[in-house]
């Protein structure tokens, strides 16, 4: 039995989902520069509530549908806009393979790839050489990549000591209070340093006060995300207005 057929790729998923969306600031450009989609239920209700209907039988087409979905809404949305989708590696049989409906959603809803982050949270146990064969396939087909919750799951040093991602998306404990705990200041730095020796970009997740934004915007932290600057939107992109104002105050 093929892959493709071994991971049921026609199945439907079963139940609905939407989509929210919570913008990722560039502070030097002071603009957007790309929407984390999050799955939502299709009244609103939040992740968890959709995370629990997800077993080993749907879990591939869980994953297909979240990035069509996300993909589809984006594209009514704003066309130009850069999209983070996070994917769940334990669902990916065959990286190639699987990239067929996101590479057909794509082109279906005239959605440019290089405007499409794929992104994976390090909360799932996984083998680092499945992986990066899937990061890898992605960065190959023009997708840009990103490790999510850095520095909290099972990955961490060893996986960027095999593979660079394009982006790392520091996890919000370490960014929770920063700018009064010398061990997490620490810690970023040397994050910060590693990361440039690679040419990997850092963004700050987690992002809930001005005294946190302030303390990474003074060590050159450029991209952030977070409540301080906007909560998801639910169906709908931040207006760039709105979250900048933030910045001015």
Known sequence: MSSCQQCECEKALGFEIAMAFQPIVDIQQRCIFAHEALVRGPNGEGAGTVLSKVNDENRYSFDQTCRVTAIRI???????????????PNAVYEPA?????????????????????FEVTEHERIDSKKLIEIFSTYQQ?????????FGEGFAGLNLLAQFQPNIL??????????HKDSAKQA??????????????????????????????????????QGYYFCRPQFMALAKTEEVLKVLND
Do not use: Q, W
């Open 74 to 88: 984006a594209s009514s949305l704003d066309r130009d806009a850069k999209i983070s989708i996070n994917f769940l």
């Open 97 to 117: 393979a699987c990239l067929r409906e996101t590479l057909k959603a794509a082109h279906e809803y005239d959605f440019p790839r290089e405007n499409i982050i």
């Open 141 to 149: 087909r023009g997708f840009l990549t990103a490790i999510d919750d």
């Open 169 to 178: 998306k520091l996890d919000m404990l370490l960014i929770r209070d920063i």
């Open 187 to 224: 810690i970023l730095k040397g994050i910060v340093l590693t990361s440039s020796l690679l040419g990997i970009t850092v963004l700050a997740e987690g992002v809930e006060t001005r005294e946190e934004y302030l303390y990474l915007k003074d060590h050159d932290i450029r991209y952030m």
